[in-house]
């Protein structure tokens, strides 16, 4: 018997990190943390947040990472399954993360604009929730440290959430402040 498969593209999709919980008007609710990959499917949520995220800070300078294997983009979504095909509409947060080899550098972390700039609280823990996911996940994969930047509105979110969190010094090498030992 001669079986022969004429499907040899592979696609990678985005894998499952960890599961939280946020609030949706003060009601606790499950989310999903994953980790994109280098798939269309995964490219496509990206443009997705760049042309419908307009008014997030980070949203417009989220590219194509995946030239460079250490940059990573993490997602915060109230999708519980199907990773190979991510509903943008149901993400609500991302990181940009470099690895190296011990060390990861989180280079942004943008919440969906509707938490921030409705003022009405509806949605609360987002970015929290995945900050401990990426952390839980960095213990896991065995990343030593975790540099940070943080401008001075965004700098006791991080010390709230990471009380360890310690002040670094910036040099002409990093222009992170803040640097979090994962134990």
Do not use: C
């Not at 990426?134 to 990343?143: A, C, M």
């Amino acid at each position: 018997m001669n079986i022969n498969n004429q499907n040899t593209d592979i696609n990678f999709t985005a894998r499952h990190i960890a599961t939280k919980k946020i609030f949706i008007a003060n009601a606790p609710k499950n989310v999903t943390i994953i980790e994109l990959t280098n798939s269309k499917a995964d490219k496509n949520v990206i443009k997705y947040i760049k042309k419908n995220w307009k008014k997030a800070q980070f949203s417009q300078i989220l590219d194509e990472k995946y030239k460079n294997n250490n940059n990573k983009i993490y997602l915060i979504t109230k999708q519980k399954s199907h990773f190979n095909n991510i509903n943008p509409k149901k993400v609500l947060g991302f990181a940009d993360v470099e690895l190296k080899r011990q060390n990861a550098n989180l280079r942004f972390l943008q919440v969906i604009p509707k938490a921030i700039n409705t003022g009405l609280g509806k949605v609360k823990k987002v970015g929290q929730s995945l900050i401990e996911g990426i952390v839980s996940h960095f213990k896991k994969i065995g990343v030593k440290t975790m540099d940070l930047f943080a401008e001075r509105r965004v700098k006791p979110f991080y010390k709230k959430v990471l009380p360890e969190i310690k002040d670094k010094e910036s040099t002409m090498d990093s222009y992170t402040n803040l640097i979090l030992d994962i134990k």
